[in-house]
């Protein structure tokens, strides 16, 4: 199989993060962070972005609450993922992001990150579908 391209997004209200990612090696890197403003990022840049890396698919993270359930920000990066998938016809999964912010903290305090919290937390997302899904988008 060839190797497919996905964008990462880690969704949130003020900051949307944004990783890069493909199948052939299975890795995810930290790519940007992305303003929002009431949960809608500049849908220019996220043009800009998906024209630059011409994705095959796109991966967001779901929020859920620690015992699986959904909460207001579930529902709102759901409406992102939809909104996505609308705008750029291509398959929008969602993937389950519980402690990937945790985690992202974890790794910028061990000094092994550069990037911003939002983004590496969209790379450890991406990087967790990959490594549960493989290369199957």
């Known amino acids: 199989m060839a190797s497919q391209v996905l964008l990462g997004f880690d969704y949130g209200q003020r900051r949307i993060g944004?990783?890069?990612?493909?199948?052939?090696?299975?890795?995810?890197?930290?790519?940007?962070?992305?303003?929002?403003?009431?949960?809608?990022?500049?849908?220019?840049?996220v043009t800009a972005l998906i024209e630059q890396w011409r994705p095959d698919a796109l991966v967001v993270g779901l929020p859920l609450r620690l015992d699986g359930t959904e909460s207001e920000l579930s529902r709102a990066?759901?409406?992102?993922?939809?909104?996505?998938?609308?705008?750029?016809?291509?398959?929008?999964?969602?993937?389950?992001?519980r402690l990937s912010s945790r985690t992202a903290e974890q790794t910028r305090a061990r000094g092994?990150?550069?990037?911003?919290?939002?983004?590496?937390?969209?790379?450890?997302?991406?990087?967790?579908w990959f490594e549960l899904f493989g290369e199957t988008p």
Do not use: C, N
């Open 18 to 45: 944004v990783a890069v990612g493909q199948t052939i090696t299975a890795t995810a890197t930290a790519l940007a962070t992305l303003a929002a403003r009431d949960g809608q990022p500049d849908w220019a840049e």
């Open 77 to 97: 990066a759901q409406r992102f993922a939809r909104r996505l998938e609308g705008r750029y016809k291509r398959p929008v999964h969602l993937m389950d992001e």
């Open 112 to 128: 092994s990150a550069r990037q911003g919290l939002d983004a590496l937390a969209a790379q450890i997302i991406l990087q967790d």
